[in-house]
């Protein structure tokens, strides 16, 4: 049995569609398309504004006493939420940016991690909201960090992720393309083979 598969593609590199982030996200798209899964795209690095404490604060107050600059604050939040929600499928570029994620996919983040609408706390700590999601990671880096206590990224982001219940993680690294062309040919052609090779 198959059924058409929900994906959001959320792209974060600075040079748009030209990062190499962004293509191998676009690629992995490419093959959802194929087989017919609808589409959404988020590129974090337009129109998301940092969080300030006015838009905390607004974020965080009873719906009944919002005036209508902070309504509108929470409905921009909850429309990035509603597309995470009706994803099944989550393609993230992350391009590491000063050993971390570029500081526009953790305004990104700030604007999506909601008590009470995408994690909870409980008694027995706190549970992430979106569950059953398959998210792919798509990590470019101009060196090499994989597996050392370097790779600041990759633990924030499946500590954050799974913060919100996202888990199911797959993480394709393309490493040193800062260090050659001819490194970076070889480290951009093993990602596309890994994504081509994706079950999905
Ligand atoms: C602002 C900025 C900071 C960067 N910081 C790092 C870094 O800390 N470590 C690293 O290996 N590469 C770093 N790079 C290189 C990028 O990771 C590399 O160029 C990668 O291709 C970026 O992905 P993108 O093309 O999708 O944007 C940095 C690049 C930029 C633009």
């Known amino acids: 049995m198959s059924s058409t598969k929900n994906v959001l593609a959320i792209t974060s590199s600075i040079f748009g569609e030209h990062g ?6 676009e690629r992995l798209v490419k093959r959802f398309e194929a087989q017919g899964a609808k589409i959404a795209r988020r590129n974090v690095t ?13 974020l965080t107050s009873p719906a009944d006493q919002l ?3 902070q309504r509108s604050v929470v409905a921009f939040s ?8 009706a994803a099944d499928t989550i393609i993230l570029a992350a391009p590491m940016y000063n050993f971390s994620i570029p500081s526009q996919l953790k305004s990104y983040f700030d604007h999506v991690a909601r008590a009470g609408i995408t994690f909870k706390y409980t008694e027995q700590g706190p549970v992430g909201l979106l569950q059953n999601k398959k998210v792919y990671v798509m990590t470019t880096r101009g060196g090499f960090y994989k597996d050392t ?5 990759t633990p924030y982001l499946k500590n954050l ?7 199911n993680l797959e993480i394709i690294y393309v490493e040193g393309i800062g260090i050659s062309a001819e490194q970076k ?6 990602a596309e083979a890994e994504v ?3 079950k999905i």
């Open 20 to 25: 190499e982030s962004s293509k191998l996200v």
């Open 46 to 58: 337009q129109n998301i504004p940092h969080v300030d404490a006015a838009r905390f604060k607004a």
């Open 67 to 69: 005036d209508d600059a």
């Open 78 to 85: 909850n429309a990035l939420i509603a597309e995470l929600q």
């Open 149 to 153: 206590p370097n790779d600041l990224e």
């Open 161 to 167: 992720l799974g913060f919100l219940g996202l888990t």
């Open 185 to 190: 040919a070889q480290a951009v052609k093993a």
């Open 196 to 198: 081509d090779a994706l």
